[in-house]
């Protein structure tokens, strides 16, 4: 058995895994090349391959061609050097990547040379489109008003989280689609008006609940539906319910004590072994219409993909993360958009066979390039002829096999993100020592002090919103958990008002990191049903307290 050349635990390679390399085939004139087997454990090859990617972060810093201001997901002082252009900089047609070609240095490491034009080459700030008004967010498409969010399309007035899709005046929450003034959501589709709800559908003005269905003014409810007027799961009238929630109203205290009840409710109630809908032979957690997708995660619409963590259309492909719009046949990518047979690579958009490339757009055949549009038959972001390409990319893929560097993902040290910036610790948190043990970077502070000259503690600001002035904006707020200060924002402190909600107690990036502990991580045990017993996988593992059911169970007993 190998042992991961990362955590040197010993994984199993499986036959499919095998199958996949040798069907995924690169030709260069009569030499054909195959990607290597893994070696890395499947865990750490999403971490390694996340860790090249920050969608939460943004920094204010200056664009390194005019010196101008601007946001971005590269701060100033990146942990591997990086050229970071604003995003209308980047786009404009008066530069072309090709011009910091060089020469491939057989006396030199691959990794070394990649990582010095990687250096060089501009990046995008953000990568953003056709927003309005959105300048502190990153992975958004055709949002208006938005403030702190990522990964997210087709919103207005939504701020702090991530993954909102079509969503209006939504406030802190993660995983929320269709959805309007919605606060503290997790993982709810259509939902109005309500907070606290998380692992919900059509429900309208629930509260503090998890797992309800087409469900109406429920408060501190679980496994419900179709139901209205519940108070911990009991019917109640609409006078009595009225009565009951009034307590509760527009006071931040007495709405604390309702989220630690529920977080004893969370453990009490029943929850589904994995979110899988409509899927036939899949395994994992949070995927639809899909087939033979197995150890997957976020996956709509994908068929015959292993350890693929989210993806849309995605087809044939092994150890990928963030693929969108009809990918197929990808290996160790991270990022791309209609990538077709590419492999070590990241951020691909409209390309094909591509190896150990990033940030490349409608090209093919590319080996080692960085930021080419409309490219063929390129090493090192230099143009060849086709027989000259032909020629040289085994001799370096040798070469690499000589120096070890074949068949590895980019090295981590090649990020311009610490671990705790980018993707990889949203869902794999690590601390420091383990982090830097494992060679990651680490940002030590990201810290942003807001300009405020009065500062107040969490713990002082009034119980009740009525009783909360104006001038809280000018006011930065020290958090209760990081002692980290924050300011409210405008639109913020409105809906708080207008929601009669109390003014957060922490800062934002302790509320996301809150959010995303909801999320089960992405590991998968076998359980067996509460119910029927029958085998089942799952991201429970089985140590933790709470009650698992197979699908069918499930929707018999709640739904
Ligand atoms: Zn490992
Ligand atoms: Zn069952």
Redesign the pocket.
Known sequence: MPS?S????T?VIESDETAFVQKMTFTFGKVVVHPEVPR??P??RLKIRTAHRNERFLYKRESDKSGRDIVSVFHAKPMSPCTVWSHEEWHRDDWDAIEYGRPFDFNQSFFRQFQELQSRVPKMAVVTVGNENCEFTTGTGYCKNCYLINSSEYCEDCCYGKLFQKCRSCFDCAYIFDSELCYECFSVYTCYQCRFLSFAKNCTDCQFSTDLLGCKNCFLCANLSRKEYCFQNRQLTKEEYSKQIAVYENSYEKQQEALGELTELRKRSIHRAANIVNCENCTGDYLENSKNCRDCFDMTESEDCRHVTVGIGTKDCLDCSNMYIKPELCFMTLGTIEAYNTAYSLYIFHSQNILYSENCFHSADLFGCSGLKHKKHCILNTQYMKEEYDELVPKIIEHMKRGGEWGHYFPVTSSPFGYNESLAHEYMPLKKNEALSFGFHWRDSHDEIPAASKVINAKDLPDRMSETPDDILNWAIRCEASDRPYKIQKAELQFYRQQQLGIPRLHSEIRYENRMKLRNPRTLFERACGKCEKKTMSTFAPERPGIIYCEECYRKEAE
């Open positions: 991961c990362l955590c040197r635990q994984f890395e454990c865990m750490c």
